[in-house]
């Protein structure tokens, strides 16, 4: 199974950026697809973004197409979110998660993965 450390948070005013990353060790992130999830208080785990094993192709929710960016260094073992043009509806914690998957509708639901980080707080101030 493959451990997963995320880091990169914290608090950035509307319209910044923050990278996020998220560090897997145990397994090689190529061969997992990787996926970012978010959660505000009160709400429910959502999908972010994910970056598939093969061939590498990524899908986003609607709600950051355009703004972030899903990608991953193999030599680093490691996934990133590239978050731009940020809002306080962003405000969430975010966590990576890994496993294999079939179809991006699969991979947009939590409960299909099965290795996750603990999660990292971003805060976004209007």
């Known amino acids: 199974q493959v451990q997963l450390v995320e880091s990169g948070g914290g608090l950035v005013q509307a319209g910044g950026s923050l990278r996020l990353s998220c560090a897997a060790s145990?397994?090689?992130?190529?061969?997992?697809?990787m996926a970012w999830f978010r959660q505000a208080p009160g709400k429910e785990r959502e999908f972010v973004a994910v970056?598939?094993?093969?061939?590498?192709?990524?899908s986003y929710a609607d709600s950051v197409k355009g703004r972030f960016t899903v990608s991953r260094d193999n030599a680093k073992n490691t996934v990133f979110l590239q978050m731009n043009s940020l809002k306080p509806e962003d405000t969430a914690v975010y966590f990576c998660?890994?496993?294999?998957?079939?179809?991006?509708?699969?991979?947009?639901?939590?409960?299909?993965?099965?290795?996750w980080g603990q999660g990292t707080q971003v805060t976004v101030s209007s």
């Open positions: 970056i598939r094993r093969s061939p590498g192709s990524t």
């Open positions: 145990g397994r090689t992130v190529s061969s997992y697809d």
């Open positions: 998660a890994a496993d294999r998957l079939s179809t991006i509708a699969v991979m947009k639901n939590p409960a299909n993965f099965g290795s």
